[in-house]
């Protein structure tokens, strides 16, 4: 079994650590870690520590540090605007595509979209989308922590002008001829892959999104769930980008 992964705020400078905090409190009490036990540490910008407990005490852990290492960012970056969905179909969606590599998740406030984020219930739903990347990063054993990015729900207006800057931009449709593993891929830059709501995407927003470069795609003749479709097709792209 592969070592328990901790978010810290910045990696050891030492070889000695103590780690307290909501972190610390989950580690020697929820997964009650003990003396000579291995684990990671983790800055959620490519920084990981290979540390041993030396001591446990309340709600914290006393380590040594055996390693630091540094990763470079995924190049080119995978961003996935997810349209947001009614229940917990959001919350699915974010936690495999994390599990699964995604860089960047956008709460796309689709025309289709039946839950609204609006004032605090956006904020507050925002943040709840950020813990559960937190927490699936952690579980993924993730050295980069997905960004939950740009305003609480982002509208089609403000999409179809981040499609326009990336690198490469793919919506999923079910009426698309072009399949995503066939498709040409940048070699750096963005990508970034616009995933609809339930009701999926009407024409006036798949219009605007093709008239700055997007180009529709499919995975193939099932239709999936909003909550599905964006992790297989990161799938796809992770194998045909060699993440996989």
Do not use: C
Request: a neutral charge; charged letters at 20%; hydrophobic letters at 45%.
């Amino acid at each position: 079994m592969s070592a328990p992964l901790f978010l810290v705020d910045e990696l050891p400078s030492g070889r000695v650590y103590t780690l307290g905090g909501m972190e610390g409190h989950h580690a020697a009490t929820v997964q009650r870690l003990r003396v000579g036990e291995a684990l990671l540490l983790a800055d959620g910008r490519g920084g990981t520590a290979s540390a041993v407990v030396q001591a446990v005490g309340k709600g914290t852990l006393d380590l040594t540090v055996t390693e630091l290492r540094y990763a470079h960012a995924p190049d080119p970056r995978l961003t996935v605007a997810q349209g947001i969905a009614k229940g917990d179909r959001g919350e699915l969606a974010v936690q495999a595509m994390t599990e699964v590599g995604v860089d960047e998740i956008l709460p796309w406030a689709a025309s289709r979209s039946v839950a609204q984020w609006r004032g605090d219930r956006g904020a507050k739903s925002r943040e709840k989308w950020a813990a559960v990347a937190r927490e699936a990063a952690k579980q993924a054993r993730r050295t980069f922590l997905p960004v939950v990015g740009g305003d609480p729900d982002l509208s089609t207006k403000q999409l179809t002008q981040r499609l326009s800057a990336a690198a490469a931009a793919f919506v999923l449709h079910e009426e698309a001829t072009e399949r995503l593993s066939q498709v040409e891929l940048p070699a750096a830059g963005e990508i970034v892959l616009v995933v609809g709501p339930e009701g999926g995407i009407d024409d006036a927003e798949i219009t605007a999104f093709l008239a700055v470069g997007a180009v529709a795609v499919r995975l193939g003749e099932n239709v999936l769930r909003t909550s599905t479709a964006g992790v297989a097709a990161l799938s796809v792209l992770a194998t045909r980008l060699h993440r996989w």
